[in-house]
């Protein structure tokens, strides 16, 4: 019964700036993990940046510096900072969420894509 919507993707030119935001919803007892992924075309997936319940980070080397992961517990929400983009960071942004649903199920669910593009 957990369901996650992604917003903020759009098209920005290089050295511009975009905030993902990352919703989840439904019966939730507790969200153990949060993370971006992405996926540019004729690539494979990679881990962008992760937060735990703890509030620890950890960020692929191509971002660090740029990008800033953060979470609003209150809200159920994770979001992603992205400054001084580059064409190299084009890609489908994907968000990930692991916990444990109202009837203590384990869960994880990923959100429906949004796509970033960074033109020169």
């Known amino acids: 019964q957990v369901q996650l919507v992604e917003s903020g993707g759009g098209l920005v030119q290089a050295g511009g700036s975009l905030r993902l935001s990352c919703t989840a919803s439904?019966?939730?007892?507790?969200?153990?993990?949060m993370g971006w992924y992405r996926q540019a075309p004729g690539k494979q997936r990679e881990l962008v940046a992760t937060?735990?319940?703890?509030?620890?980070?950890n960020y692929a080397d191509s971002v660090k510096g740029r990008f800033t992961i953060s979470r609003d517990n209150a809200k159920n929400t994770v979001y992603l900072q992205m400054n001084s983009l580059k064409p190299e960071d084009t890609a489908v942004y994907y968000c990930?969420?692991?916990?444990?649903?109202?009837?203590?199920?384990?869960?994880?669910?990923w959100g429906q894509g949004t796509q970033v593009t960074v033109s020169s």
């Open positions: 439904g019966y939730i007892f507790s969200i153990d993990f």
């Open positions: 937060i735990t319940s703890s509030g620890s980070t």
């Open positions: 990930n969420v692991k916990g444990i649903n109202g009837f203590r199920n384990a869960f994880n669910r």
